[in-house]
């Protein structure tokens, strides 16, 4: 049964670049191995991700991530049995936030600055579906 989950969390202040690349280039190698996809958006200190596959691969990823001091503050958005993939094609994938457009984060939000404390854990999943349809998702070596 394939499920999608997304949550958000603060980083810790040993977070920064260099981590953040480390931490991408770990879960897709881990990933690839426990048929999780998925997306990761860092921004202004916040994690924003979503992760898909079997019911327990992502229940025991959640689990691992929220107790890793890297992360604080971790809030559950959503949680759901799905039929497809949305991220099928990333083993994880981060979003380019180069690419996304202030008044796109306007079109969910109070304010153009991400922050999915701030909206409903459908907001978010919508806003990283249309950064999909406008390719603002990469996936680094």
């Known amino acids: 049964m394939l499920v999608r989950l997304m949550y958000v969390s603060r980083a810790s202040d040993s977070v920064n670049q260099n981590e953040l690349v480390a931490i991408l280039k770990k879960s897709k190698t881990n990933n690839v191995g426990t048929g999780i996809t998925g997306v990761l958006c860092f921004s202004a200190g916040i994690f ?6 079997g019911r ?4 025991a990823l959640y689990n691992k991530i929220a107790n890793d001091p890297r992360h604080h503050d971790v809030v559950l958005l959503s949680f759901e049995e799905v039929g497809e993939r949305s991220f099928a094609g990333w ?3 981060r979003a380019n936030l180069a690419r996304l457009n202030p008044s796109l984060v306007m079109k969910y939000s109070e304010t153009a600055l991400l922050n ?3 909206v409903s854990g459908k907001m978010s999943m919508a ?3 249309e950064m999909v349809a406008s390719a603002a998702i990469i996936c680094d070596s």
Do not use: D, K, R, W
Request: glycine share 10%.
């Open 127 to 129: 806003l990283f579906n």
């Open 91 to 93: 083993s994880m994938g």
């Open 48 to 53: 924003l991700q979503v992760l898909e596959g």
């Open 116 to 118: 999915p404390y701030a």
């Open 56 to 59: 327990s691969q992502v229940s």
